[in-house]
């Protein structure tokens, strides 16, 4: 199933209000972990599946890499990307990542932040940019934890103060799609083990080099007290692999 819920005026405007929307990199609770799993990007040829407003694409251009390829799904998250910067060097094209094709060894680097949970067939994604980089070549990416998508819910439990008394988790095992709540509107998103998605990297050809499950950055805990909760569950999950 290929999800398309950007191109939802009324979605792409709520989501355009978020505080990584905004903000940026800067804003975005994983980023201050997800940049030391990179690698060097100087010189080298990067693919981002799911880029968004492409701000992984400029810090890899600021960065000195000598090109990048930004793909997503969302005709108006590329219509956005595109008006940020001028930057012949980065190519923005519109495409579901469960549709990609390239070159065998056209890319060095891949990242992908917080898209593939909207995939399905994630082991067939890992292939396809498994193909697509050169020996040697890294793939970086992000996705909502499984601790968070276990539950289609994707909410604390509550006393009857509304307080937060924790998160539950609940039909681990059971993987599949799960339709969430997410900014006023039924998402579907798929949920995998741990395990499940560590092995679809490693059948692909992967070794995995770096794992990572971040809480929020102590500047980001200072600037936004009520973020304190997020260290009490994982929310995000993040990767590195190596060709």
Known sequence: ?????YDDPEFFEKYSQMARSIGGLDAAGEWHV?????????DKNVLDLGCGYGW?????REQGARSVLGIDISEKMI???????????????????????FEPGQFDVAISSLALHYVEDF??????????????????????????????????HYDAAGERLHWPV??????GSRVARFLDADVVK???????????LIRAGF???????????????????????????PIFLLLAALK
């Open 79 to 101: 219509e956005r990307a595109k008006s940020f910067n001028e930057d012949a060097a980065i190519v923005y094209r519109q495409a579901a990542i469960e549709d990609i094709a």
């Open 207 to 233: 070794r995995i080099t770096e794992v990572a499950e971040p809480g929020p950055s102590q500047d980001a805990l200072t600037q936004y007290p009520d973020m304190i909760d997020e260290t009490r569950r």
């Open 190 to 200: 798929y949920h995998r083990t741990v395990a499940t998605i560590m092995n679809a």
């Open 34 to 42: 997800l940049r030391t799993m990179l690698p060097s990007l100087k």
């Open 170 to 175: 609940d039909n681990y095992q059971d993987e």
């Open 56 to 60: 992984h694409c400029r810090y890899a």
């Open 123 to 156: 082991e067939g994604a890992c292939r396809k940019i498994y193909d697509s980089l050169t020996p040697g070549g890294r793939f970086v990416l992000s996705m909502e934890h499984p601790v968070f998508t276990a539950r289609a819910a994707q909410d604390w």
């Open 1 to 5: 199933m290929k999800q398309n819920k």
